[in-house]
C-alpha cells in the first residue's frame, strides 16, 4: 500500500514536468535555437530553463492564490515596481502580476482573454527583465552624472 502511495504521488508532480518542458519549448522556444554544439545547447538551456521555471512559478502561483498579495508572485521589489510604472497601473494581487507580464508580452487584456499563454509570459517577462536591467544601469550611470 505506501509503495503503491508513493508511486502515485510521484506521477502526481508529472504534469508538472510536462509544463515545465513546455515553458521551456513553446515559451522560450527552445527547439528554434540556431546552436552548432551540444555545449552551446546546454548552456542555453541552462539559461533559458531559470525563465521557464519563474513563467511556471508565476502560473502556480495564479492557479493557488490569485487574489495574494503581488509581493508574493515571486517577482523582486524592483521587478514589481517596475511593471507598475510601466503600465502606469497599481498591481496588488498575484493575478494582476501575470496580467501586466502577460499585457508587456502582447495581449490586449480584454475581460474574456483569460491568462497569458507561455509565449505571451516569456515574451512579457524577457521585457520586464530588459526594463529593470535598464533601471539597473540607469542607476548606476546616475552615480556619474
Known sequence: MAQALEVALLYSTRWLIEEFHKALKTGTKAEQ??????EGLFAA????????????ELRERVRIAPDASAAQSGLSKLELEVLRTTLNRPIKTVREVALAVGRLGGPL?????????????FRGMSKLNDLVEGVRLGLKMKKFG
Open 33 to 38: 535555437w540556431p546552436l552548432e554544439s551540444a
Open 45 to 56: 538551456i541552462a539559461i533559458k530553463r531559470v525563465v521557464a521555471w519563474r513563467l511556471i
Open 109 to 121: 487584456n480584454r475581460k474574456g482573454d483569460g491568462m497569458p499563454g507561455w509565449q505571451t509570459l
